[in-house]
């Protein structure tokens, strides 16, 4: 059985910070790509940041520069460091994860429950 926990949501005054972790657990033999999405009330879903098993990251325009994407290849953890955040930032985060089993199948778009990130004006 396979986990992807968010966690590190919350309320925060514009300006401020938040750090989000993932953690992806299970009968898993490689991990590729992980990333961070956001939904806001009423909006699609949008990706927010990805990262390669490289280490080749990429980010949406809305965030560059305020956002920082890592991931722990050891620990099969990916976390999000938000500086500078706006009320546009708010909205449900999630986690998602491409992997392979170790029975060879790949699941290459795994979603977690996601974590609520608010940010007050």
């Known amino acids: 059985q396979v986990r992807l926990v968010e966690s590190g949501g919350g309320l925060v005054q514009a300006g401020g910070s938040l750090r989000l972790s993932c953690a992806l657990s299970g009968s898993i033999s490689s991990i590729y790509g992980m990333g961070w999405s956001r939904q806001a009330p009423g909006k699609q879903r949008e990706l927010v940041a990805s990262?390669?098993?490289?280490?080749?990251?990429n980010y949406s325009d809305s965030v560059k520069g305020r956002f920082t994407i890592s991931r722990d290849n050891g620990k099969n953890t990916v976390a999000l460091q938000m500086n500078s955040l706006k009320p546009e930032d708010t909205g449900v985060y999630y986690c998602?994860?491409?992997?392979?089993?170790?029975?060879?199948?790949?699941?290459?778009?795994?979603w977690g429950q996601g974590t609520q990130v608010t940010v007050s004006s």
């Open positions: 998602n994860a491409d992997f392979q089993y170790y029975s060879g199948l790949r699941e290459y778009d795994y």
């Open positions: 990262i390669s098993s490289e280490g080749t990251v």
